[in-house]
């Protein structure tokens, strides 16, 4: 005698239902998650950048040589900003970032690094 299963009317494309409801959420998590890795690799690039420079600045490198490394380190798009600081030189670096590409959203990260002059770099006195 084979038995069969009854199937109750009203549970039929349960599951299906509850993909429909849950697949978004998990897009708008994955979503999230792919933005906040996008801005934290900025932000270190930022950081990377601005000691690379602070530190040609303290050597004693000149202004455009300074630039062009924080240039090559950072995020595309980013601003440098180079201010001697008595006997120190302090580097700052901004980036706007758009995590998710087209949607219109931006992030802006930076990062500042101080670095103490060498004595004999240039604009010191040797």
Sequence with gaps: ??????????????????TAVVLPVLLLVLAG?????VVVG????CVDAAREAARAAARGE???V????????APDGATTT??????????RVNARIAPLGPVPMAVTVSAE???????????EPG
Excluded at 42 to 45: D, S, T
Excluded at 66 to 73: F, H, K, S
Excluded at 82 to 91: A, F, L, N
């Design 1 to 18: 005698m084979v038995r069969r299963r009854r199937v109750l009317g009203g549970e039929t494309g349960m599951v299906t239902a509850e």
């Design 33 to 37: 998650a792919v933005a906040a890795v």
């Design 42 to 45: 900025a932000q270190l690039r």
């Design 62 to 64: 000149e202004t455009a």
């Design 66 to 73: 300074v630039l062009e490394l924080a240039a090559r380190a």
């Design 82 to 91: 180079v201010e001697p600081d008595g006997d120190r030189v302090r580097v």
């Design 113 to 123: 690094a101080v670095a103490l002059a060498e004595p004999g770099g240039a604009g």
